[in-house]
């Protein structure tokens, strides 16, 4: 992928995943329908597909595979839980790109890369059902770092340096949650830019302002114009 043209000053995008490319929602709900699936293979038609879902969109959080069991007059134990997140995590998403991340991606020719926290295995399993990885120059799934490296720990976006070998101004985080994902990137120089979609899953107000991003957009439809007001 060509860098930045002749004259400008070099810019890497780097961009989370979850809410920044695609609605993590759409992971969560293909990864409902693969859990009620599993659970329809052991207990029959008492498994009724939509339920995870429907507690999701309820406003439920942490606990929808318990409130499930419950639902389906099954145990909920710690177990059997856990073996349901493990369904959750280890399936095939059906998920796709949200448009305005497909027109970006085909209208830029920056240098770009990829910093997402979660399980490695099911983050590349996000990027792979995607068809991303031939946009992205670099990709880290934090969850291929040591453990307790995952965001807000800098290692990630020092990595990013190493590979890009650019100081910390010229790199731009693209992500969506103010929570963690501009803590590191703005101790390290780098500019920030946070994207706020519709049907986004975390908060998107930040705790103090040094957990914001210096400017915010709805969507990679505008990102253009908001990386030419960082300069």
């Given amino acids: 992928m060509p860098s930045s043209s002749s004259g400008e000053e070099p810019c890497v995008l780097v961009f989370d995943l979850d809410d920044t490319l695609y609605l993590e929602r759409d992971f969560a709900f293909s990864g409902f329908a693969a859990v009620e699936a599993h659970l329809r293979a052991l207990h029959g038609d008492s498994i009724v597909p939509g339920t995870c879902r429907n507690l999701f969109e309820q406003g439920v959080r942490g606990e929808i595979f ?8 099954l145990p909920d134990d710690a177990v059997t839980v856990a073996a349901l997140v493990e369904v959750y995590r280890g399936h095939a998403p059906q998920i796709t790109l949200c448009p305005d991340t497909t027109r970006f991606l085909s209208a830029d020719s920056r240098r ?18 995607l068809g991303i990885d031939e946009h992205f120059d670099f990709i880290i799934p934090t969850g291929e770092l040591p453990h307790g490296m995952g965001k807000p720990h800098p290692r990630a976006f020092e990595r990013v340096m190493a590979w890009s070998g650019e100081e910390g101004a010229s790199h731009v985080y693209i992500a969506d949650n103010p929570a963690k994902d501009f803590i590191a990137p703005r101790a390290l120089g780098w500019r920030t ?21 210096e400017t915010r957009i709805g969507s990679l439809d505008e990102l253009a114009s908001a990386l030419n007001s960082l300069d």
Avoid at 119 to 125: E, T, V
């Fill in 112 to 129: 770009r890369a990829i910093i997402t926290d979660g399980p490695a295995a099911m983050q590349r399993a996000k990027i792979a059902a």
């Fill in 193 to 213: 830019v946070q994207i706020d979609r519709d049907g986004r899953v975390h908060s998107p107000e930040p705790k103090s302002p040094d957990h914001g991003a």
């Fill in 66 to 73: 318990n409130r499930a069991l419950e639902h389906f007059k």
